[in-house]
């Protein structure tokens, strides 16, 4: 079964009268295990695919399948249940509580879901440490440089273990420097934690760090590179 399965999803947004179409058929499907681009320019419709792969809003038309459940049947609660257990997200602008410890923010998705205080925090060092974070555990947001703010998102992420990390231009207020290394940490989460990466970016050079690439262009999917030979080697191995 695919993680991801999309067909045919189409997203128009209505503004009074005016109707926009701004997804206009698109379909993919994406394996556990990947590392995956989409790109597009702005106003291509990326966020608003990202709003849907990402469980934060809904189709106007078409399929969505994620672990193989249709999105269509499910109600704003179960959209929400499996967002805190499947899906970890991180933004460009990192979106951590300011004042609280990076440790705090990132046991946040485990006190969502009820976990012990004290199993909360373990895990939390734990996710920090795979970022090459524990040092920082008890700093503020305030204290650290983008790139640890990001390491803590990430971290943040993947803490309650979930299917899938999906990023909005994660690196897009780093330097490049440092935006590679957040690159290098996808990676690594990715080929030794086999997390499923899908990586939204307008940046070419973000993309082709990812095994595979797909490109939107005015609300269609116009490329997707690397999928060929994804296909083949799932195909050879099983
Ligand atoms: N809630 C909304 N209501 C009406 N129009 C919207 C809404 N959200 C997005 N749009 C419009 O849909 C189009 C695509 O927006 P979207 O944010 O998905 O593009 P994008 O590729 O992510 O762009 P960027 O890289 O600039 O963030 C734009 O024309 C935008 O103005």
Known sequence: ??????????????????????????????????????????????????????????????????????????????????????????????????????????????????????????????????????????????EMSGGQAQRVAIARAIVGQPELLLADEPTGALDTRVGDEILALFKQLNREQGITVVIITHDPSVAEACDRRLVVRDGLLIDDEGEFRHRTAVAAAG
């Open 1 to 142: 079964m695919a993680l991801l399965e999309l067909e045919d999803i189409r997203k128009t947004y209505f503004t009074g009268d005016i109707a926009l179409e701004v997804l206009k058929g698109i379909s993919f499907t994406v394996e556990k295990g990947e590392m995956v681009s989409i790109m597009g320019q702005s106003g291509s419709g990326k966020s608003t695919l990202m709003n849907i792969v990402g469980l934060l809003d809904k189709p106007t038309a078409g399929t969505y399948r994620i672990q193989g459940r249709s999105v269509d049947s499910l109600g704003a609660n179960d959209m929400a249940r499996i967002r805190n257990r499947s899906i970890g997200f991180v933004f460009q602008s990192y979106h951590l509580l300011k004042k609280v410890t990076a440790v705090e923010n990132v046991g946040l998705p485990l006190f969502y879901r009820q976990v012990p205080r004290r199993e909360m925090l373990a895990r939390a060092e734990a996710a920090l440490a795979k970022v090459d974070m524990a040092e920082r555990a008890n700093h503020k947001p305030s």
